[in-house]
């Protein structure tokens, strides 16, 4: 049913003071509202009633359904007044609002567009008059080029006031030189330009895969990154570092790695960098002020999500002008490097969507707060057969189109290529194997251009004739000839290498000579050695007065090359207690390791570099602390199957597996006098006859 509601007419001082504001709200409304015609206007004023007022001018504003349903609802005519008051009132101050916004919006219009005609106007008089302003028009393309740039708010805000004062500068004036230099590259760098990532990662592996040979755990990395980057596209770059042996591949892979991300590559060399500028650039007030290297790079690159390598990072410097280490903690800090400030441009740059990679020889030289910004990733060198396979894909087609032949006027058979390996160079990488290719490659390209020859298959005996004589000796049994000779391994930035130590004896009085450029530590590992046999002369069978009427001396050779290091400890000591029981180390065996007084092997570092640098020079037998058991786990599977391994912790072991069982006779004058005067009684016999085999004893820690 509808119930028809008869309206009762009210009329008294408050409905009519209501009905009389309602009516000058609603003409305000109407000067304001472009919706509303001005007809409704006397149309309001000649109703009568206040509930029909009431209900027009709830139909006709610009209102919510809703809010005009409820009012239209209310019986009560001044209840409907005064709730339709409030929602007029609403309506009057939104359109109040709007129109305010509008007539600044317009105001800013005309006044570029006054701008902008006075401007042509001016530009019609000067080419009427047949002058031209070149200041203005240079000062209109910096302009057009800052609007048509996109910069950010800060970087276009100081563009324009730089803008300002080159439009009121002289051409002719330094100053202007300085401002327009600095718009130059503001407007060059690319502040929003981005290259799309390729998040294929089966095609990023096999491009990887295709550029560089082995590198598993810098490509694993760069994997993750690719797998994380596609489920969360905001992630931030990696910040990481290459630590590696020259040759081995990290300057390279940085390419690799931009091209496999679809990602533009910048490079910066940072060897003998010693001015903290040269990272966050010069101030504008000097002369010649530049943007740092950082800043140059991404100019360079066209893109603000390079892949960024900072080359040589261990080798940075520092002086009175400043530390640029220090300057790069900021670019490197993923929490700061989103705002990093350039001095010359002095607004904030975002540098967190750059992948930053740098290389290094050695983590020793680089400055803590620095390294722990840095995600460390090992490049080892490599084995026999990786170099192989790297020649036969790489280098070997590099060099021949570099000389100038092909694949059918050069060949160079496997064991040519083992020769060079092993007799030509000595290095973790393959820098200089690549250097004795393109020797090949050149002495193939002269025979073939005189006419000699039309291709050449070198062999093993043709490496002589191009290479020249083998320059790294390969017999490394022709040293350990004698007792007093041990092998250890030494850890270098160019990776690991053989460490002979040789001791003997003569006549003398406690004198203790060292040679071969031995720093501190060594000497102080030469001293804990001597130390340790004379507290245990007896259990070794060693004349505890030996060294009353003895001088020692302790040589490493390769002396023009400074040594030092804790690691030679074990190698000292073996080499000592082999001069002094006339015990020859055993061949192809090699040690490492650091002893204490009580004759404890502690562990070292660079295991890895050590063992293959024991693998190149064939060693077969390897003594290594036991606490560095886990690093042998990183060394290639079939090196370990070609090396045999011994993990000790007490000296006494090590002496075991390393001497000869067997007792040479001593040489004239070095046999000990005590020992003589007690060769004919009985229980030193037994004793004698007890310590080798004390000292056969095998070992049960075989890997």
């Not at 330009?193 to 895969?209: G, M, P, Q, V, W």
Request: hydrophobic content about 40%.
């Amino acid at each position: 049913r509808v119930k028809l509601i008869e309206e009762q007419e009210v009329k008294d001082i408050e409905t009519e003071a209501l009905v009389s504001n309602l009516l000058a709200l609603f003409d305000r409304i109407l000067k304001l509202s472009p919706f509303l015609p001005p007809e409704f206007g006397p149309m309001a004023k000649s109703i009568a009633e206040a509930g029909t007022l009431a209900d027009l001018i709830a139909s006709v504003i610009n209102a919510p359904v809703e809010e005009k349903q409820k009012v239209l609802d209310i019986a009560d005519v001044k209840l409907r007044l005064k709730e339709l008051t409030k929602m007029v009132n609403h309506q009057m101050e939104v359109l109040e609002l709007g129109n305010k916004i509008q007539t600044k919006v317009k105001d800013d219009i005309d006044k570029n567009q006054r701008e902008y005609y006075l401007r042509q106007q001016l530009k019609a008089i000067k080419q009427e008059l047949g002058e031209t302003d070149e200041n203005a028009v240079e000062t209109e393309e910096y302009r057009k080029k800052i609007e048509e740039k996109n910069l950010p708010e800060e970087a276009k805000a100081e563009a324009l006031r730089e803008l300002e004062r080159l439009s009121r500068m002289n051409p002719s004036s330094a100053e202007y030189t300085v401002s327009s230099t600095y718009l130059d590259w503001v407007t060059a760098l690319p502040w929003n330009d981005a290259t799309t990532d390729n998040l294929d990662i089966a095609e990023a592996r096999r491009i990887l895969d295709e550029d560089h040979y082995g590198l598993s755990k810098p490509k694993k990395r760069i994997i993750e990154y690719l797998a994380v980057r596609k489920l969360k596209p905001d992630s931030k770059g990696p910040i990481l570092c290459f630590v590696g042996p020259p040759g081995t591949g990290k300057t390279s892979l940085g390419h690799s790695i931009g091209r496999a991300l679809g990602r533009k590559f910048a490079r910066i060399a940072l060897g003998g960098v010693r001015d903290e500028a040269e990272i966050r650039g010069h101030r504008r007030t000097y002369i010649g002020a530049l943007p740092g290297r950082i800043i140059q790079g991404l100019r360079r690159a066209e893109s603000n999500n390079p892949v960024f390598m900072l080359d040589e990072i261990d080798k940075l410097g520092s002086d009175f002008r400043g530390d640029p280490s220090s300057a790069l903690l900021e670019v490197l800090d993923p929490q700061q490097n989103n705002s990093f400030t350039d001095h010359y441009l002095d607004v904030p740059f975002d540098l967190s969507k750059v992948i930053f990679i740098a290389t290094a020889n050695m983590l020793d030289t680089i400055p803590p707060p620095l390294l722990d910004r840095l995600e460390v990733i090992e490049l080892t060198g490599y084995t026999q057969e990786e170099k192989m396979k790297i020649a036969e894909k790489y280098l070997i087609p590099r060099q021949l189109a570099e000389n100038g032949l092909t694949a059918s006027q050069f060949r160079l058979t496997a064991k040519a290529l083992s020769t060079i390996i092993t007799g030509y160079t000595r290095e973790a990488g393959v820098r200089n194997l690549e250097r004795e290719i393109a020797n090949a490659c050149r002495g193939v390209a002269a025979q073939i251009a005189e006419g000699g020859i039309a291709s050449k298959t070198v062999t093993e005996k043709d490496v002589h004739k191009y290479l020249g004589p083998v320059r790294v000796p390969t017999d490394i049994d022709a040293r350990i000839t004698k007792p007093g000779i041990a092998i250890g391994l030494a850890w270098t930035p160019v990776g690991g290498d053989m460490l002979f130590i040789e001791a003997t004896a003569m006549k003398g009085r406690k004198g203790l000579t060292l040679t071969g450029q031995l720093g501190d530590v060594m000497k102080e590992s030469v001293s804990a050695a001597l130390s340790f046999i004379r507290t245990n002369a007896k259990e070794l069978g060693v004349d505890p007065d030996f060294f009353e009427d003895k001088d020692i001396h302790i040589h490493v050779p390769a002396g023009a090359t400074p040594k030092d290091g804790p690691s030679a400890g074990v190698t000292m000591l073996t080499a000592l207690t082999s001069l002094l029981t006339c015990r020859k180390v055993k061949t192809r065996l090699a040690m490492t390791g650091e002893i204490t007084l009580r004759g404890a092997v502690l562990p070292v570092g660079g295991i890895k570099e050590k063992v293959l640098a024991a693998y190149r020079a064939g060693i077969k037998t390897l003594i290594l602390p036991a606490w560095n058991r886990k690093d042998v786990e990183d060394i290639p599977a079939n090196v370990q199957k070609q090396i045999t391994f011994h993990f000790v912790s007490d000296m006494m072991d090590v002496l075991k597996l390393a001497l000869e069982p067997g007792k040479e006779k001593p040489a004239a004058g070095k046999a000990p006098k005590k020992a003589a005067a007690t060769k004919n009684v009985k229980p030193s016999a037994k004793a004698r006859q007890k310590k080798p085999a004390t000292l056969r004893k095998p070992d049960s820690k075989k890997k």
